[in-house]
């Protein structure tokens, strides 16, 4: 499904990814871990399509070259990014937020808009399912958000999206372990055959609540070692200069 | 008024006399001018004589007395006239001094303030009528950290003219602190400092004004900023029964910065005026206003603060911040915090707050058994003290605290 | 974002449409004999002329203002008209039906049909085309409740006593510049007066239009809440394409006596000029109202039109309690020039004002906050407390925040914010993520920037306010 070959990016003339390959099958979920600054965020940026970057290199998703589209058009082909620090938008309605981007995203696949009170009892159904309270929809798109909410914030609009892909972009960080479960419990509920999720993480806490089907390991711009599971064991007994240095010449 | 004769006048002062012969000095009607009582402080300037009828005999001790001892080095300006007797002999490694008299006119022609016409008549008047300018040369690289302590007395019922430019070599650094004081009231003081930073240099600038509390004090602090250089200026008014105090920052070049604090606490009855305006004229500068004032009894003070960013300019950053204490039904504040601006990749905020001392603040220090005056002083250091902790050395540190009563530093 | 920006400059003037009605104009040019004629034209008492007079003379005295931050050519007060009226093509309608079809006509294309307005949405209006009211509705809605709204000529006729005590008592002839020559010349304009007690059945609006070619408008809206009464007035502008520019010099008064509530909204879309700045309204307008003991004035205006804008809505607080309240969204883009903001007097005890204004400056444009607060000594526990944003898309345009800030009673609280800043690309990016294009995430930003504002409107002009800041900022993005 994903598919990166060879990736490269650079920011100010500074070369953050060099020469990044990844490839995650359908229906799985792959966990990319790296120590700071090793390029991490920097993936999931230049996947969604922020401006700023010098990007070459090849990125496909179902065969679609994700690096000639806008933003706008990775969403809806079905790519969807966690934020790290989702933005804070004043005077924008939580739900007026989702609804618009759920319509854009279904007029693109020719399907027609969802009115508002149909939208209203499907986000119900999602804040249940996440244990949220129905007063966020009402708030403005993050602003006041403790960290905690507006990472729920982002699992509930990936829950209503139903993307494709997910990136889920340091979900984890600064949670604690009751905001942390419901996250897990958000990425556990979109498993599916056809549904692949990327999850870019620095701690391997999050990775004893959602099991990857592989991990990689991200320093210096690239993938340095892939493996199972066991993986994170690994990391969590000798660090990330532990796995790396192992690293056969 | 008159003017020094033209055998020792600068290019300079003759250009500023022939301005100010056009222009004049400014009136109310001038934005920049409206809440400085202008009329009233040109009245005490025209019904004084220019020069001091005799001067007083001014000591050392008068000076430790009036001034402080603030560092190392102090250099003294009797009523706009360097006195060596009273000024310290040796200098530090990479500072150099000099005045009007003992300076080629080819120096002197360099250290001339590039500008063309003076930015306002008192200006103007300054650089024309300013006898003996002080001269402050920090070389390339040369790390000041000791404070050169300038103090400016005036002695009395008479007008002065003290003048100083302050030029920092690249990389060069400074800590400079500025006494204006009075031997005796009544006087006049027409203040122009500037400070030229070249790239990378540094300059701390505390600026103390506690002169008579009948005296009439209109200062100037320019700064010039090329690439990377950066200034940090606290000002303290606490004098005069006028006084007004204009501070220009000119980022001219990328990545200048500076902060400028400024605590007022006039007298009672006095009129107090703040103007700081801070120019972003390239990408990636930033400047940090701080203004805090303390409003007793009658008195009335004003703070403008005025961010410049100019077209084409990236990256700017640009705070304001001003609060007013007014400690008395007949005391009166203003402010007048403005944003221009110009250039759409910036961030500029001004917030300003005017007020009284909280009610229950005062009554929770009453409920502890303090005396209502006593607790109202507590709670009015407590206002000024982040501003005063800031303060550097601390012998000048001390000194401002006292402003405050015995807690002001508590 | 720079061809946002030039999309943006290139957006048309979607109401810049012009009719075909004749209309009969004074010579061009101000002097006493074009006073009077305008004062024979409209049959007004000997007093109403002494006072417009009294004005002009005063006029003649002064210079036009020039401390604003705005720029344009001197403006020759000679070479316009001073009065303009649509030629009656027979007797005067007695009722809507037999309004000029051209002018019904207008109206339609303005999406304000009367017909439509007094059959479907519980709104009265009082239409004005250049200088004259052409028909009011609900008349007989309002007449019920004791409620006056009429034109204002039909004030000075049916209501003199009315009109004399409150004219010019709160915005004087001799106020500034531009109040003077209003009062000197105004034409006509709106007038409306609310008994003790009552509270106004309906919303009431006007919609402003300038038709003819070189004529300056100059109406005078009065509007009079008397002792616990609670009005609700609309103001809508918009005006048609033309080269020249077109000068409007209106001038407003409330008076809100003990206990009153009066919220005025006014939604301005006047023609801003083409992109090189050729034509369109310099607005330069005096709104001021003044409040009893307990009174509300609340201003809520969004303005998008108008070349020069020119407009400092305020409120005296002269009674105990009372309050003011401004809240204002300016969007300026192509050349537009706008200096706009509040003044907030505090002369009562425990008197309150709130101030939020919302700039958003594109293109090559230029905004200007500029407020008063001022806290007199009598005004023991006042509070305001302004917030004032200002949001800039593109590098070319500029904004500006100018408040003057003057407390002389220590037990007041006065706290005032600003901020301006660019939107943000973090923002934009977030937005885009979830699949919305550029131009509809800077939309939806925007309007978030304005929803304090917008949520002050009236219902039905929240959605026209939603529907005009998407139109100014129609191509800025995507």
């Not at chain 3, 919303?203 to 616990?228: D, H, K, P």
């Amino acid at each position: 499904m994903l598919r990166i070959r060879d990736l490269h990016a650079s920011i100010d003339g500074k070369e953050i990814l060099t020469g990044l390959d990844l490839d995650l099958p359908a229906g799985e979920v792959h966990a990319v871990m790296g120590p700071n600054g090793a390029g991490k965020s920097t993936l999931s940026n230049v996947l969604a399509g922020r401006d700023g970057y010098e990007v070459r290199g090849t990125a496909t998703l179902d065969g679609t070259d994700l690096l000639a589209l806008e933003a706008e058009d990775r969403a809806t082909a079905g790519l969807f990014l966690a934020f790290q620090y989702p933005m804070e938008l004043p005077g924008v309605g939580n739900a007026y937020f989702l609804r618009t981007s759920l319509n854009a995203i279904r007029r693109a696949h020719g399907l027609d808009e969802v009115s508002a009170t149909d939208f209203l009892s499907v986000a119900r159904e999602h804040l249940t399912a996440l244990d949220m309270d129905p007063a966020f929809l009402s708030r403005s798109v993050n602003e006041g958000f403790s960290g905690g909410e507006k990472k729920r914030n982002e699992i509930l609009q990936m829950s209503m999206l139903q993307p494709r892909l997910a990136i889920l972009d340091e979900t984890d960080s600064g949670l604690d372990i009751d905001a942390l479960r419901i996250v897990a419990r958000g990425i556990e509920r979109l498993r599916g055959p056809d549904r692949s999720m990327l999850v870019i993480t620095h701690y391997p806490r999050l990775l004893e609540l959602v099991r990857p089907d592989r991990i990689h390991v991200l320093d210096g711009g690239r993938i340095v070692r892939s493996g199972g599971p066991e993986l994170a064991n690994e990391l969590e007994a000798d660090g990330y200069v532990g796995v790396t240095d192992r690293i056969p010449a | 008024m008159t003017v020094a004769a033209d055998d020792v006048m600068t290019e300079e002062a003759v250009h500023a006399r022939t301005w100010l012969c056009e222009h004049g000095l400014p009136t109310g009607r001038e934005e920049d001018w409206r809440y400085t009582p202008v009329t009233e402080v040109r009245r005490h300037l025209d019904a004084l004589p220019e020069a001091p009828p005799r001067q007083r005999e001014v000591t050392r001790d008068d000076i430790d007395r009036l001034a402080g001892q603030h560092g190392p080095v102090r250099i003294v300006h009797v009523d706009g006239v360097h006195v060596p007797a009273l000024s310290t002999d040796a200098l530090p490694t990479g500072l150099w001094f000099g005045t009007t008299h003992n300076l080629s006119a080819r120096v002197r022609l360099q250290l001339t303030t590039p500008a063309g016409d003076p930015p306002d008549g008192f200006e103007a008047l300054n650089r024309s009528a300013s006898q003996d300018v002080l001269y402050l040369l920090v070389a390339d690289d040369a790390d000041l950290r000791e404070p050169v302590h300038v103090v400016h007395v005036s002695t009395g019922a008479s007008v002065s003219h003290p003048r100083l430019v302050v030029d920092v070599g690249v990389g060069g650094r400074i800590h400079l602190v500025e006494s204006h004081v009075s031997l005796d009231g009544g006087g006049f003081t027409n203040a122009s400092t500037t400070v030229r930073l070249s790239a990378r240099s540094h300059a701390d600038v505390h600026r103390v004004q506690e002169q008579a509390t009948d005296a009439v004090h209109v200062g100037r602090l320019e700064l010039h900023h090329d690439a990377g250089a950066h200034a940090s200026v606290t000002a303290l008014s606490r004098g005069g029964a006028i006084s007004r105090l204009t501070t220009v920052a000119l980022l001219r070049e990328p990545e200048a910065s500076c902060t400028v604090t400024a605590l007022l606490a006039p007298g009672i009855g006095a009129r107090h005026d703040d103007a700081v305006t801070v120019d972003h004229l390239a990408s990636r500068c930033t400047s940090d206003l701080t203004v805090r004032s303390v409003v007793p009894e009658r008195a009335r003070v004003t703070s403008s603060g005025h961010a410049i960013v100019r077209p084409d300019t990236v990256a700017t950053v640009a705070h304001q911040r001003t609060d007013s204490l007014v400690l008395h039904p007949t005391g009166q504040a203003d402010s007048r915090p403005w944003l221009e601006i110009f250039a759409d990749d910036v961030r500029a905020n001004h917030g300003s707050a005017t007020g009284r001392l909280d009610d229950d603040a005062l009554f929770y220090l009453r409920s502890r058994g303090i005396p209502r005056a006593e607790a109202r002083d507590v709670l009015v250091g407590a206002f000024a003290r982040t501003l005063v902790e800031r303060i550097d050395p601390p012998s000048l540190r001390d000194q401002i605290a006292g402003w405050f009563g015995p807690e002001g530093t508590a | 974002m720079t061809d946002i920006v030039q999309e943006l400059v290139e957006r048309t003037y979607e109401f810049g449409f012009h009719s075909d009605i004749d209309t009969e104009l004074a010579p061009r040019g101000l002097n006493e004999d074009v006073v009077r004629l305008i004062s024979a034209k409209k049959d007004e008492p000997e007093w109403l002329l002494e006072w417009r007079l009294a004005a002009y003379r005063h006029w003649t005295t002064l210079e036009p203002p020039a401390w604003q931050n705005v720029h344009h050519p001197p403006i020759d007060f000679q070479d316009m008209h001073y009065w303009a009226a649509p030629k009656p093509k027979g007797p005067a309608p007695a009722s809507l039906d037999e309004v000029d079809p051209e002018i019904r006509a207008t109206f339609d294309k303005l999406g304000i049909s009367l017909a439509e307005q007094e059959r479907l949405s519980g709104v009265a209006v009082d239409a004005i085309i250049d200088s004259v009211s052409v028909a009011t509705t609900f008349k007989a809605t309002l007449a019920e409740a004791g409620v006056i709204f009429c034109s204002f000529s039909e004030a000075v006729r049916e209501h003199p006593e009315l009109v004399r005590r409150y004219l010019g008592s709160v915005v004087p002839p001799r106020d500034n510049f531009y109040a003077a020559l209003n009062s000197a010349v105004f034409s006509d304009g709106s007038f409306c007066f609310v008994p003790a007690g009552v509270r106004c059945p309906m919303e009431l609006s006007t919609y402003f239009r300038m038709n003819a070619a070189e004529t300056g408008q100059f109406e005078r809206t009065l509007i009079v809440a008397e002792e616990g009464a609670t009005v609700s007035y609309l103001e809508g502008c918009t005006a048609p394409m033309r080269d020249e520019n077109q000068l409007h010099a209106a001038v407003v008064e409330i008076v809100a006596l003990d206990d009153s509530d009066v919220k005025y909204s006014t939604v301005q879309n006047w023609y801003p000029g083409d992109e090189n700045g050729v034509g369109g309204i310099f607005n330069f307008v005096t709104k001021r109202g003044r409040c009893g003991h307990r009174a509300k004035i609340s201003w809520t205006q969004v303005e998008t039109g108008s070349a020069i804008t020119w407009k400092y809505p305020s409120v005296i607080l002269q009674g105990d309690d009372s309050v003011g309240e401004f809240y204002s969204v300016a969007v300026t883009t192509g050349r537009q020039q706008a200096d706009t903001g509040t003044k907030m007097i505090h002369i009562g005890k425990n008197s309150r004002s709130t101030i939020v204004s919302k700039g958003i400056s594109a293109g090559r444009a230029q905004q200007t906050y500029r407020g008063l607060v001022k806290v007199l000594r009598s005004a023991t526990g006042a509070r305001n407390h302004t917030q004032c944003d200002s949001l800039l898309i593109g590098s070319e345009c500029g904004a500006h925040t100018f408040p003057y800030i003057e407390v002389k009673n220590d037990s007041a609280q006065v706290e005032h914010e600003a901020s301006t800043s660019k939107i943000s690309d973090d923002q934009l990016f977030y937005c885009r993520q979830r699949g919305l294009g550029e131009e509809d995430a800077t939309s939806m930003i925007v309007n978030g920037f304005c929803r304090e504002v917008f949520d002050e409107l009236p219902m039905e002009y929240a959605v026209e306010a939603h529907a005009l800041m998407r139109l100014s900022l129609e191509g800025a993005v995507g």
